[in-house]
């Protein structure tokens, strides 16, 4: 423990912050020094890498989304991630020119299994084992995040909201804060939001996961995303199913509320295909539409019904994605959508950051999570730490 109020008792703190999102796509690392804590926190971005995730590994956690998977494999993977996600860590601080020694913390949030917040009781699962990677970089770490507000009663996510108030809060502006991943998320943020308030967040819907796991099915494989949009872009959408899709009752259900492959995997894009008989670029098109009207249409009723949050900030994989992001500018006119890189932050390393600020909160014994988006009766001091071997 004294190693950790050492580390506390210090005005700036060096983390690597990891991520793995819903997409599975590879691993976001950053390196960022971070000081203060709280309403107090500044950051400086040291160096950013996407990390690959082996095709071997990469099926195995796809393998592990489905509802046979066995609870072997779920020891085994968890273990070979972690070292994976500690080959990222240091990967990113040798990029960075830094050295192992001189960075106090690794936050990370690992990949998500199962995500069950309407589950009785609740749960969520993110695997990546922390004490490999505590182990493998000699840096203690902070993993494991969701369950603490759970335990306090909420839905143990969105979590980045928390970040989202302390980096990109504007004493003047509003904002809406979007991230898209597998999963779109957005916080709301009104000008001169602080901590007393009361900030809006939760998961709109599918982000990426369904256009993603659409291009995998069509190509066979050997594509994962669709590049710049460009294949939707060639198709014809069907407003019909669109409509359809937008029956689904998670877009009328009020926040707090989160999300994930459960709802909008596999599962769903086989029965879409089958019911709609859509295909090729045409349902790439439709579920290019409907990620777009899902989106828009849970900031129109939830996120900001006034209008009043005039600019919308885009992070995740899902701004590289050009026909997407010219669709959003029509669902959520006339607020200014613009790319996170415009604000000085990678597009790509929000979440990585966040989680980065996040073991930061951990640390300092300060709750993370925001009770208004989670719908946790309490502020709750999140994630687990795994010391390094001595």
Same mark, same amino acid.
């Given at each position: 423990m004294r190693t950790l109020i050492d580390i506390a008792s210090k005005q700036s703190r060096r983390i690597v912050g990891l991520m793995t999102g819903t997409s599975a796509d590879g691993i976001d690392a950053v390196l960022v020094d971070v000081e203060g804590f709280g309403p107090t926190t500044e950051f400086e971005m040291l160096g950013h890498i996407t990390h690959p995730l082996p095709d071997e590994l990469r099926a195995d956690l796809f393998m592990l989304f489905q509802p046979d998977a066995r609870v072997d494999d779920l020891c085994r993977v968890n273990v070979a991630l972690g070292a994976l996600l500690a080959d990222a860590a240091m990967t990113v601080i040798g990029e960075a020119g830094a050295e192992a020694s001189s960075v106090d913390l690794v936050g990370s949030h690992g990949q998500t299994i199962r995500h069950?917040?309407?589950?009785?009781?609740?749960?969520?699962?993110?695997?990546?084992? /922390?004490?490999?990677? /505590?182990?493998?970089?000699?840096? @203690?770490?902070? /993993?494991?995040?969701?369950?603490?507000?759970?335990?306090?009663?909420?839905?143990?996510?969105?979590?980045?909201?928390?970040?989202?108030?302390?980096?990109?809060?504007?004493?003047?502006?509003?904002?809406?804060?979007?991230?898209?991943?597998?999963? @779109?998320?957005?916080?709301?943020?009104?000008?001169?939001?602080?901590? #007393?308030? &009361?900030?809006? =967040? !939760?998961?709109?819907?599918?982000?990426? /996961?369904?256009?993603? *796991?659409?291009?995998?099915?069509?190509?066979?494989?050997?594509?994962?995303?669709?590049?710049? &949009?460009?294949? =939707? =872009?060639?198709?014809? *959408?069907?407003?019909?199913?669109?409509?359809?899709?937008?029956?689904? +009752?998670? !877009?009328?259900?009020?926040?707090?509320?989160?999300?994930?492959?459960?709802?909008?995997? #596999?599962?769903?894009?086989?029965?879409?295909?089958?019911?709609?008989?859509?295909?090729?670029?045409?349902?790439?098109?439709?579920?290019?539409? !409907? #990620?777009?009207?899902?989106?828009?249409?849970?900031?129109?009723? !939830?996120?900001?019904?006034? &209008?009043?949050?005039? +600019?919308?900030?885009?992070s995740g994989g899902g701004v590289h994605n050009d026909h997407l992001m010219a669709m959003l500018e029509d669902e959520l006119a006339p607020r200014q959508v613009r790319s996170l890189n415009d604000l000085g932050v990678p597009a790509d390393a929000k979440e990585a950051v966040a989680f980065a600020v996040l073991a930061n909160e951990t640390l300092m014994g300060r709750a993370g999570n925001v009770t208004a988006a989670t719908g946790a009766g309490v502020g709750a001091v999140l994630g687990k730490i795994s010391l390094p071997s001595v």
């Amino acid at each position: 423990m004294r190693t950790l109020i050492d580390i506390a008792s210090k005005q700036s703190r060096r983390i690597v912050g990891l991520m793995t999102g819903t997409s599975a796509d590879g691993i976001d690392a950053v390196l960022v020094d971070v000081e203060g804590f709280g309403p107090t926190t500044e950051f400086e971005m040291l160096g950013h890498i996407t990390h690959p995730l082996p095709d071997e590994l990469r099926a195995d956690l796809f393998m592990l989304f489905q509802p046979d998977a066995r609870v072997d494999d779920l020891c085994r993977v968890n273990v070979a991630l972690g070292a994976l996600l500690a080959d990222a860590a240091m990967t990113v601080i040798g990029e960075a020119g830094a050295e192992a020694s001189s960075v106090d913390l690794v936050g990370s949030h690992g990949q998500t299994i199962r995500h069950l917040p309407q589950g009785s009781p609740p749960s969520t699962l993110q695997i990546g084992e /922390a004490a490999m990677i /505590a182990h493998h970089t000699g840096i @203690a770490t902070v /993993a494991d995040f969701r369950p603490a507000d759970m335990a306090a009663g909420g839905e143990g996510a969105p979590l980045v909201p928390m970040v989202d108030l302390l980096l990109f809060a504007h004493p003047d502006r509003g904002r809406l804060m979007l991230n898209i991943g597998g999963i @779109a998320n957005v916080t709301a943020l009104p000008a001169g939001a602080d901590s #007393t308030t &009361g900030i809006l =967040a !939760f998961d709109l819907g599918p982000g990426n /996961a369904l256009i993603d *796991a659409a291009v995998g099915h069509l190509s066979g494989g050997r594509e994962r995303y669709d590049a710049g &949009g460009r294949r =939707a =872009a060639g198709g014809e *959408a069907s407003e019909e199913w669109v409509e359809r899709l937008m029956k689904h +009752e998670f !877009f009328r259900r009020p926040p707090p509320k989160s999300t994930g492959r459960e709802e909008f995997g #596999t599962e769903f894009l086989a029965q879409l295909m089958i019911d709609s008989g859509l295909e090729g670029a045409d349902l790439l098109a439709t579920l290019t539409l !409907f #990620t777009a009207r899902s989106i828009g249409a849970g900031v129109q009723r !939830f996120g900001d019904p006034e &209008g009043q949050l005039g +600019e919308v900030w885009v992070s995740g994989g899902g701004v590289h994605n050009d026909h997407l992001m010219a669709m959003l500018e029509d669902e959520l006119a006339p607020r200014q959508v613009r790319s996170l890189n415009d604000l000085g932050v990678p597009a790509d390393a929000k979440e990585a950051v966040a989680f980065a600020v996040l073991a930061n909160e951990t640390l300092m014994g300060r709750a993370g999570n925001v009770t208004a988006a989670t719908g946790a009766g309490v502020g709750a001091v999140l994630g687990k730490i795994s010391l390094p071997s001595v």
